[in-house]
């Protein structure tokens, strides 16, 4: 079969391998100690040792290695089992690929070919086999197993499954492992042991490749602590990213609320496919890569030949078409690339009926040939269509017109193949906007001065020009290795604002909202909210030092563009850091400009960096920590805690490098940022720990080394800067430059990508996807840390305890998100809250937790106890209730003495929990909450009752636009703080409808206890009593009233009340009957909770019944196993 191209070492190969053909290209090789003659002793031992090893690590006996005669280096392309199937893949490379070699000048193109080759015939397998495998009737009788052994709600969508081992200590269990939207599942069935496992994506601390001794290659899972292996697989690369694609899907919609309303694939949790995740991840990649607007998503790809005119050849690549761009890349992604929307194309043509060809042509006199385009019919009309040529009448008139010059364009530049003029256009101009870029108008340039530095600069703007002249320039410029030499040299003043546009793709954002930006500042002028107040705090510590925001030009500019985006974006708002950022943008391009380049930062380039967890810089902090592992050794066996550098380094990535280096040396790293992104910040900050290698090792604490990396970006300068002293940044440790040598940030740059410029694009993308698990899980463990800090000074429960309740209560909220994409308990989790408010619960989520954990066997889904709970506890009454609330009474009704037990119980009888309707609610406080709502449609599908839940949303200073009010934090703060214990005596008297309540509460506590009928008649004494005594009370304040006609009334009403208690003892009353008495208070009847307690007092029963120590322990664990099917039977 075919292989990837792998790079291998024949030093001792020889030894091994004998070869059997061989010509200028290609060698096939075979294994010593098969085939004829067997290779002697050599063979033998070979052989031997092939046969022992095991089955997933055996050496395919047959090989075919790829090299050129000017290079020692082999790659490894094909191998198989048998002679025939080897021979096979021979003759097609000498029928196929041997002759088209003969056309290339230079041994890397061919190799370079070669490889492109490969790996399109692999993707092509890839087609077939995942054809064959899409077996409809296996995947329903896969469904029928998934739904019968793990019992999960019928809603749960299975995206696949595979046979595999999961590893019991060592012990291997074979059985399958099930994929779904929400939970992987895995069960194994063997001589009577039964393995069954299910964990939700979100719960995932660790996702990753691993191999040890004894598993050659398997998959780790760490969840709760525990390691799960999952080994043997048949396709373990394309089940590990399905599982990274699932466990991020999850991340995405449950933690960052992402809604995918732009990719049906993925907008239904119900309907999630592979295919679909593999569409979203191949879109991910694409827009990565070309630097392309969110909305944009990969629809084809077609493998094709560009003839590159600056070096006069074809280039295997791939067209890769989305809605509104076509963009090619060359097949390893370093050679060439280039991007063009599709406003910019005229016309295309197909210059000959018999070849595979066609010709896109470009605005500006451009021209792209493509050719050997397998289905460039198609191509063809999908660019017409996309770019509305045919449909236009204006196209349609010209046609022959356009057709002519495209013609001459493509007859010209085959003739005079070095006039590369033709293939490039002039700059795009783009709108223009009311201000100019800062620096040209706090420091012009000075055409007649003629110092070396400026002589320089006029170099390096001749050397990009001569790069234009070339390449193209504008949004079609051809984009390659020597693009990168030029930006580690520096790029000149004059071109840094059009350049960054350009590559950070910022340029087409902006060509297609033209306006936007203004109408955004019109929108945003004169709004107040936290987002402008910190913006306001902020501004005049932005670039203090340059000259343009000493003046109110440009802290006006920078005003502006920060509210804007602030208004745009209120999900991010405004965080430190982008003030710093924005300045240096401003002085570099227009404000519009600015803008979008913001844009592309924030949204783009670096997702979840400015939001109130900064989780993208800490993401990146990882994957900057297990560079470090790789590449510095030395410093990792030296320093063995890595946190030091994760705390140093978080500056470096939020401001990348501008808020630690002088801003005449920062904006070259701004520039390598905006061509590489991440990976420019990433390989620099290696250099730099790298450059400090031995006096970071000598150092003897941490302050130490702050102080040598401090020293050393005092000491980085910038020696072709053309900017005068006045507008350079001064730098903090002038005293100490003279004792440090200086290091120039062009020197600083090309080190980086010399020596760690080797990692790719990809590899650091799969790394923040592994890392991303790992950062969300431990702020999420630090939250529920600190919950439980704050929660244990009240309660009687454990540390364990708690970490178990608070597991079960955050589950509680994710299980009404799983299947619903716009759940609107999405709203109740927010990480920008006081750890306590993070998460919350609604009613229906609180009434179906508490149902598994409350300690008396009443039935839940008859009584409305669990809403009397929750009005209760729900303090500050906004439909929500925390964990401290939750946990204050379960731990009431399980550790707190008969006194209080009782205390709670008659409070659930009085305002505000027992209010005579189960959906009341005040008029006030639905209107309190709705204005703050931005889109409520979704309200009006809510019941009565679940309507103001969404209200939380107020608590929030990230969502909304208007300010929050800190001062009632701070009196609600005060209030918590001076509140005095409740005594008995502060309670109100319970009236006699809510004591007829509260007697009905107690019948269906007791329903179903084993004293259920010694417990009914105490009950029954004790109302009976009570009602006598309050009689008797009755008598003795109306002295004038006649004893006879007030006895009568007494007595009845106390057989009439006990009959009613005994005809009601049933726990399923409904709620009409329950509360309808509330309608027909009568004043003079009411109860003190002293005479009930007293009362009560008296029955030991009842007093046994509630002192009797119940094991919260043995719900807990009922409940983690009835969780989920509770969901499931709803």
């Known amino acids: 079969m075919w292989l990837k191209p792998e790079e291998i070492l024949l030093k001792n190969a020889f030894k091994l391998w004998v070869t059997e053909k061989d010509n200028e290209y290609f060698v096939l090789q075979r294994r010593r100690g098969y085939g004829e003659g067997g290779g002697g002793l050599t063979g033998l031992l070979v052989g031997t040792l092939d046969t022992v090893l095991d089955s997933t690590s055996k050496v395919a006996p047959y090989r075919i290695l790829h090299h050129t005669p000017d290079s020692q280096v082999y790659w490894s392309i094909a191998c198989g089992v048998t002679k025939e199937e080897i021979d096979q893949h021979w003759d097609w490379l000498q029928q196929n690929i041997m002759r088209t070699l003969s056309v290339f000048d230079s041994t890397e193109d061919i190799t370079s070919f070669v490889q492109g080759k490969i790996r399109g015939l692999i993707a092509e397998e890839g087609k077939t086999s995942l054809v064959l495998e899409d077996d409809p009737e296996k995947f329903r009788e896969a469904l029928l197993r998934f739904e019968k052994w793990f019992e999960l709600p019928a809603q749960e969508k299975l ?7 999961y590893w019991r200590g060592k012990v291997p269990c074979q059985g399958w492992l099930y994929l779904s939207t929400n939970f992987l599942c895995f069960y194994s069935y063997l001589l009577g042991s039964e393995v069954k496992l299910i964990v939700s994506w979100d719960e995932i601390w660790r996702l990753e490749k691993t191999s040890n001794v004894i598993l050659t290659e398997s998959i780790h899972v760490l969840a709760h602590g525990e390691d799960h292996y999952f080994s043997m697989l048949l396709h373990l690369n394309e089940t590990f990213v399905i599982m990274e694609q699932l466990a991020n899907y999850s991340i995405k919609r449950l933690f ?76 390893d992604g370093s050679q060439c690339h280039i991007v063009i929307p599709m406003r910019e194309v005229i016309n295309v043509e197909k210059p000959d009926s018999g070849s595979r060809a066609l010709t896109v042509c470009v605005r500006g006199k451009r021209a792209l040939r493509f050719s050997e385009v397998r289905d460039y019919q198609r191509l063809a009309n999908t660019i017409r269509s996309r770019c509305g040529i045919s449909a236009s009448p204006q196209h349609s008139a010209s046609s022959e017109a356009i057709r002519g010059e495209c013609q001459s364009l493509i007859n010209h530049f085959e003739d005079n193949p070095e006039d ?25 340039q000075d055409v007649e001065n003629l110092d070396p530095k400026m002589l320089k600069e006029k170099m390096k703007e001749q050397s990009w020009n001569i790069h234009f002249s070339e390449y193209g320039r504008g949004t079609s410029m051809f984009f390659t290795k020597k693009t990168r030499d030029l930006i580690v040299r520096g790029v000149p003043e004059s071109l840094r604002g059009e350049l960054w546009m350009l590559f950070s793709g910022a340029v087409n954002d902006m060509a297609t909202h033209p306006g936007y930006y203004t109408e955004l500042v019109e929108q945003s002028l004169g709004t107040s909210t936290l987002a402008t107040d910190e913006i306001e705090r902020d501004l005049h510590r932005s670039l203090p030092e340059h000259p343009a925001f000493q003046s109110d030009t440009g802290i006006s500019a920078l005003r502006r563009v920060l509210t804007a985006y602030a208004y745009r974006n209120p999900k991010i708002g405004y965080c430190q850091a982008m003030n710093i950022l924005t300045s240096v943008l401003l002085l570099y391009a227009k404000e519009e400009e600015a803008f979008w380049l913001l844009v592309a930062v924030c949204e783009r380039m670096l997702p979840d960096y400015f939001n109130r967890r900064i989780i993208g810089a800490l993401v990146d902090q990882a994957v900057f920590e297990d560079l470090i592992r790789e590449n510095l050794p030395q410093l990792v066996e030296h320093m063995t805690d890595l946190s030091f550098f994760s705390s140093v380094s978080l500056s470096w990535f939020l401001t990348l490098f501008i808020s630690v280096l002088p801003i005449e040396s920062a904006v070259n790293v701004v520039d390598c940022f905006f061509y590489d992104g991440i990976k420019a910040i990433l390989q620099l900050g290696l250099a730099v720990l790298d450059y400090n290698m031995e006096a970071l090792i000598a150092c003897n604490d941490d302050a130490e080394a702050v102080t040598i990396l401090n020293r050393f970006f005092d000491s980085v300068t910038n020696k072709d800067s053309p900017l005068p002293p006045t507008v350079q940044q001064a730098s903090v440790g002038n005293n100490d430059k003279a004792s440090h040598v200086s290091v120039d940030i062009s020197e600083l740059i090309r080190e980086a990508y010399e020596k760690y410029g080797h990692f790719r694009s990809e590899e650091v993308e799969s790394s923040r996807k592994k890392n991303k698990l790992y950062v969300i899980q431990t702020l999420e463990d630090t939250t529920k840390q600190n919950v439980i800090r704050v929660v244990s000074q009240d309660v009687r429960f454990t540390a364990s305890q708690l970490d178990e309740l608070y597991n079960l209560f955050k589950r509680q909220h994710f299980l009404s998100c799983y299947w619903t994409m716009k759940s609107p308990a999405l709203l109740h989790h927010d990480p920008s809250l006081a750890y306590l408010e993070q998460y919350q619960l609604g009613f229906q989520q609180f009434s179906e937790l508490f149902s598994l954990l409350e300690p008396w066997a009443f039935c839940a889904s008859k009584s409305t106890l669990s809403l009397w709970v929750f009005r209760l506890i ?27 037990k009782l205390k709670f119980l008659f409070k659930l009888h009085l305002p505000p929990a027992f209010t005579g309707s189960p959906l009341h609610i005040k008029e006030q406080r639905v209107q309190q909450f709705l204005p703050t709502i931005e889109d409520s449609s979704h309200l009006t599908r809510l019941a009565a009752f679940d309507l103001p839940e969404d209200g939380v949303i107020r608590k929030s200073p990230e969502r909304g636009r208007g300010k929050v009010d800190l001062q009632a934090y701070l009196k609600q703060w005060q209030n918590e703080i001076l509140k005095k214990e409740e005594t008995i005596k502060d309670l109100p008297r319970i009236n006699q409808a809510q004591f007829i309540q509260f007697s009905k509460t107690l019948y269906n506590i007791f329903h179903g206890d084993p004293e259920e009928e010694s417990l009914y008649r105490a009950v029954a004494h004790v109302t009976s009593l009570l009602l006598r005594m309050e009689e008797v009370g009755r008598r003795l304040q109306e002295p004038s009233s006649p004893p006879a006609e007030a006895t009568q009334p007494a007595s009845t009403a106390a057989s009439t009340q006990e009959a009613s208690f005994k005809e009601t003892s049933d726990a399923s009353s409904s709620h009409s009957s329950q509360e309808g008495a509330a309608e027909r208070p009568d004043p003079d009847w009411s109860f003190s909770f002293e005479q009930v307690l007293a009362s009560l007092l008296n029955e030991p029963t009842i007093v046994g019944f509630f002192e009797r120590h119940v094991h919260i322990q043995t719900k807990l664990g009922q409940a983690r196993v009835a969780q989920l099917k509770l969901k499931a039977n709803k």
């Not at 729900?874 to 209080?900: H, I, M, P, R």
Request: charged residues 20%; hydrophobic residues 35%; contains cysteine.
């Open 256 to 331: 960052d609320k992402e809604a995918f309303q732009g990719e049906p694939a993925l907008s239904d949790p119900l309907q999630i496919t592979k295919r679909g995740l593999e569409a979203h991840a191949k879109s991910d990649q694409f827009r990565a890569f070309f630097r392309l607007p969110k909305e944009e998503n990969l629809l084809e790809v077609h493998e094709s030949f560009l003839w590159v005119p600056f070096s006069h050849f074809n280039t295997l690549g791939k067209i890769c078409l989305s809605e509104n761009y076509l963009c090619f890349a060359s097949q």
């Open 420 to 444: 590369v003029t033709l293939m490039v256009g002039q700059k795009d101009t783009s709108k223009a906007v009311s201000t100019e870029a800062l620096m040209t108008v706090f420091h012009p």
């Open 159 to 165: 995206v696949t499954y595979y046979s595999c081992s």
């Open 874 to 900: 729900d303090e500050n009454q906004d439909g929500l209730v925390n964990f401290k609330e939750f946990c204050y009474a379960l731990d009431t009704l399980y550790g707190a003495s008969f006194t209080n």
